[in-house]
């Protein structure tokens, strides 16, 4: 079989219509920070900000900018997540399956079975997805240890001391405050007492019947 030296012009554009996208189109990109993520593209003055698991639909043209912002890659690596493979491609930005996990996929993976896919997890995710998985660890008090301790190897943050120090914080919070008390520290001085008589009281008989002279007409 001889080899094929070229092919038709119109299979050139099929492969190119497939494969790339328009920067005009606009792309799903979700923020799967805990917190806000925010970046600022100087050269065409936009300044985007993500609330806790929001969704934008970002352009390709700025998603492409980003990459080349200093800070932008990571960002767009770690802190966002591209909801679209096509984009993902164009931008030649090549991803293990852990990109694209949720902070509810992260908790059904903490809290399930299957050790070898959490560890997978743990080499292949991005940064910010194990970030999530670090602080549910913490705060959902997972209770599988070995998991535990894979994300204390992993990260160095010690899950088993964040979770005590929660707790005692916790158990401090329901104590009930003591009452505050106020005592004097110095002690006032005592009220003045009731006037004091000078002199001996004068004696005063009472109920006595006062004696009178009777006067008789002669």
């Known amino acids: 079989m001889g080899k094929i030296k070229y092919l038709p012009h119109y299979f050139y554009i099929e492969i190119k219509g497939d494969k790339f996208m328009k920067d005009s189109?606009?792309?799903?990109?979700?923020?799967?920070n805990n917190g806000t993520t925010g970046y600022t593209i100087y050269d065409t003055n936009v300044r985007r900000r993500f609330a806790p698991g929001e969704t934008k639909k970002i352009s390709l043209e700025e998603l492409r900018a980003l990459?080349?912002?200093?800070?932008?890659?990571?960002?767009?690596?770690n802190l966002l997540i591209i909801e679209n493979r096509g984009a993902l491609e164009?931008?030649?930005?090549?991803?293990?399956?852990e990109y694209f996990y949720t902070e509810a996929k992260i908790k059904e993976l903490l809290y399930s079975n299957e050790m070898?896919?959490?560890l997978d997890f743990?080499?292949?995710a991005p940064a910010g997805a194990i970030e999530i998985a670090k602080q549910l660890a913490v705060t959902e008090k997972i209770p599988d240890s070995r998991k535990r301790e894979a994300i204390t190897k992993k990260t160095g943050f010690n899950i088993d001391n964040a979770i005590n120090v929660n707790?005692?914080?916790?158990?401090?919070e329901k104590k009930e405050p003591e009452k505050d008390t106020k005592e004097r520290r110095v002690k006032a001085e005592d009220a003045p007492?009731?006037?004091q008589r000078r002199t001996a009281a004068p004696e005063v008989k009472v109920?006595?019947?006062k004696k009178y002279n009777v006067v008789t007409k002669k």
Do not use: C, H, W
Request: no cysteine; aromatic share 8%; charged share 35%.
């Open 122 to 124: 743990l080499d292949f």
């Open 116 to 118: 070898d896919a959490f």
């Open 207 to 209: 109920g006595e019947p």
């Open 67 to 77: 990459q080349y912002t200093p800070g932008g890659d990571y960002i767009l690596k």
């Open 90 to 97: 164009d931008l030649n930005m090549k991803v293990e399956p």
């Open 25 to 32: 189109e606009l792309v799903v990109v979700r923020n799967r």
């Open 167 to 172: 707790k005692v914080l916790e158990e401090e």
């Open 193 to 195: 007492s009731a006037p």
